[in-house]
C-alpha cells in the first residue's frame, strides 16, 4: 500500500486549498472571469522525498528503452529540447525557461483535478496545469489518476513543438466558450484520441504521441502490435463521433498524418463550434 502521508504532503498546504476552491468554482462563472492564475501553486520541491525520486528516475529509464524507436520524432524533439532531468523529478521553473523560449507556453502546477472549464482557461492562455504528486514505487505500471510524470514526462515535450502549440491553445479556446452540450461532448472525445491517445505516422511509420500513450509502457506497445486495435485514419468528425471508455486499453485508436492536419482541422472546428448550434447527442 502506499504511504498516504508521503504523497499527499507535497500538496498539504493552505495554499492548495485556496487554489483548488478557485478552480471548483469555474464553473459557475462566465468564461470572460475566470482567472486561470488563481488555480495555480508552488511546486514545493524539497518536500519531494527519495523514493518519489527514484519513482521518476525508474519511470524515464524503462521508458527510454523503447520510446525513441516508438514515440514521434516531434515528441522526441521536445523531449530534447527540454532537457528533462533523469534521476530525480523536475523543476518546473527550469521547464518553463525553455518552454517559454520555443512557443510561449508554460506549465502550472496545480493542487488537484481541475473541473473541465477551469481546465480549458488554462489552455486558452498558453497554459499547462499539471499536478505535482508523483505515483507511489509499488504503483509504477499504473495509476487512474494523472501525476507529474504523466503531464510532464507525457504532455510537455509537444508543447515546444509550435504546430501542436497553437492546436492545444485553439483547442483550449473553444472549450472554453462552447455551451452546446453536443459540442462539449464532441471535444472531450477529441482530447481523448488526440492529446491522450493519438498516433501519427512520420516515415511510414506509426507512431505514439499521446501522453496516455507515451507514459504508459504496457499500452504503447498494445497500441502498436496488437492485432486487436482499430487503427483508422484521422478524420475529425469520425474521431468526435466514437465514444471511448477509460478503465482498459483503448480498442480504437486515430493515425494523423501530420500535426499540421491536426491544427488545421481544429482551427475549421472551432469556428463551426462557436459560430453554430448542433442536435443533442445519441
Wanted: hydrophobic letters at 40%.
Amino acid at each position: 500500500m502506499r504511504s498516504d502521508i508521503n504523497y499527499n504532503r507535497i500538496i498539504d498546504d493552505d495554499e492548495f486549498a485556496l487554489a483548488q476552491a478557485a478552480a471548483d468554482a469555474a464553473p459557475s462563472m462566465p468564461a470572460a472571469l475566470i482567472d486561470p492564475n488563481q488555480f495555480y501553486v508552488r511546486q514545493l520541491y524539497d518536500r519531494y522525498s527519495t523514493e518519489n525520486h527514484e519513482v521518476w528516475a525508474t519511470l524515464v529509464r524503462k521508458r527510454m528503452e523503447t520510446l525513441h524507436d516508438q514515440a514521434s520524432d516531434v515528441f522526441i524533439a521536445g523531449l530534447e529540447a527540454l532537457q528533462l532531468t533523469k534521476d530525480c523529478v523536475p523543476e518546473v521553473v527550469k521547464v518553463n525557461e525553455r518552454l517559454n523560449s520555443l512557443t510561449g507556453w508554460q506549465s502550472k502546477p496545480v493542487p488537484g483535478f481541475l473541473p473541465a472549464k477551469a481546465f480549458f482557461a488554462c489552455l486558452a492562455n498558453r497554459q499547462f496545469p499539471l499536478t505535482v504528486t508523483i505515483r507511489p514505487l509499488d504503483r509504477l505500471n499504473y495509476l487512474p489518476e494523472p501525476d507529474i510524470f504523466h503531464d510532464v514526462f507525457g504532455h510537455v515535450p509537444l508543447h515546444a513543438n509550435p504546430v501542436f502549440a497553437d492546436f492545444l491553445q485553439t483547442y483550449g479556446k473553444a472549450a472554453l466558450l462552447c455551451e452546446d452540450p453536443y459540442h462539449i461532448e464532441r471535444l472531450a472525445r477529441l482530447f481523448w484520441f488526440t492529446v491522450e491517445f493519438g498516433l501519427i505516422r512520420e516515415g511510414g511509420r506509426v507512431k505514439l504521441y499521446g501522453s496516455g500513450l507515451i507514459s504508459s509502457i504496457g499500452e504503447s506497445n498494445h497500441a502498436l502490435m496488437s492485432e486487436d486495435v482499430d487503427r483508422r485514419a484521422f478524420d475529425l468528425d469520425r474521431v468526435c463521433s466514437t465514444p471511448f471508455q477509460i478503465d482498459h486499453y483503448q480498442p480504437i485508436l486515430y493515425v494523423l498524418e501530420s500535426f499540421e492536419q491536426l491544427r488545421d482541422a481544429m482551427n475549421e472546428y472551432a469556428s463551426e463550434v462557436l459560430g453554430t448550434a448542433a442536435p443533442v447527442l445519441a
